[in-house]
């Protein structure tokens, strides 16, 4: 599909013409747990493409400190950056220190029972992307993996160059607290599925 068609298919319910295309965008990147096309926020919000991929650039430069016309803004701490084919809001390289002490020092609340699952599929399957997560647990793990994320116990990996899929897997952290050297030394959960081995075909530890 060329950009010309995927403009000419984007038919979703218009803006209201009180709203503003920019903060309509930075809205939806906010919430967004993967990188989104131009198409896709072009969909979300009813909208041009090429239209939307003015107001992008435009929110960029925003982010960035730049105003419409040259004259120097405030830089915000995040920053719209490109991935894997889609858009993205994410903290800036400079700021990770202080937001990871933040969440992991100052937010130290236990994993819900959910996040504990979830982190243990990413930990026996990884690399492995948020969909396939979620069709080992059969639930929507959105909320799950940016709270695993936001404690340090995961990372996003790579991003799949035909799905666009960010692909996880757990750091040094998570190791670190469990108190082992490798993913390796996690106890095999083989003899603890009973028929079959639901979601994990292949080699399970």
Same mark, same amino acid.
């Given at each position: 599909?060329?950009?010309?068609?995927?403009?000419?298919?984007?038919?979703?319910?218009?803006?209201?013409?009180?709203?503003?295309?920019?903060?309509?965008?930075?809205?939806?990147?906010?919430?967004?747990?993967?990188?989104?096309?131009?198409?896709?926020?072009?969909?979300?919000?009813?909208?041009?493409?090429?239209?939307?991929?003015?107001?992008?650039?435009?929110?960029?430069?925003?982010?960035?400190?730049?105003?419409?016309?040259?004259?120097?803004?405030?830089?915000?701490?995040?920053?719209?950056?490109?991935?894997?084919?889609?858009?993205?809001?994410?903290?800036?390289?400079?700021?990770?220190?202080?937001?990871?002490?933040?969440?992991?020092?100052? &937010?130290?609340?236990?994993?819900?029972?959910?996040?504990?699952?979830?982190?243990?599929?990413?930990?026996?399957?990884?690399?492995?992307?948020?969909?396939?997560?979620?069709?080992?647990?059969?639930? &929507?793990?959105?909320?799950?993996?940016?709270?695993?994320?936001?404690?340090?116990?995961?990372?996003?990996?790579?991003?799949?160059?035909?799905?666009?899929?960010? &692909?996880?897997?757990?750091?040094?952290?998570?190791?670190?607290?469990?108190?082992? &050297?490798?993913?390796?030394?996690?106890?095999?959960?083989?003899?603890?599925?009973?028929?079959?081995?639901?979601?994990?075909?292949?080699?399970?530890?």
């Amino acid at each position: 599909m060329t950009v010309e068609n995927a403009e000419a298919e984007v038919q979703a319910p218009s803006l209201a013409p009180d709203v503003p295309l920019e903060r309509a965008l930075e809205a939806i990147l906010m919430v967004a747990d993967e990188p989104m096309s131009i198409v896709t926020l072009a969909t979300a919000v009813g909208a041009p493409v090429k239209r939307v991929r003015g107001a992008v650039d435009a929110l960029v430069a925003d982010f960035d400190g730049v105003g419409a016309d040259g004259v120097a803004g405030v830089r915000r701490g995040f920053e719209l950056r490109e991935v894997g084919g889609g858009w993205r809001i994410y903290v800036r390289s400079e700021f990770d220190a202080v937001v990871s002490d933040y969440v992991l020092a100052q &937010n130290p609340t236990k994993l819900s029972q959910a996040a504990l699952e979830t982190l243990a599929v990413i930990a026996y399957k990884q690399p492995i992307s948020r969909g396939a997560i979620a069709s080992i647990r059969a639930v &929507n793990v959105d909320s799950v993996v940016r709270t695993l994320l936001g404690r340090g116990l995961i990372t996003e990996m790579f991003t799949d160059s035909e799905t666009g899929a960010i &692909n996880y897997g757990t750091t040094d952290l998570l190791l670190t607290q469990l108190g082992v &050297n490798s993913i390796d030394e996690l106890p095999k959960i083989s003899p603890l599925l009973a028929d079959g081995l639901d979601g994990f075909d292949g080699d399970v530890r």
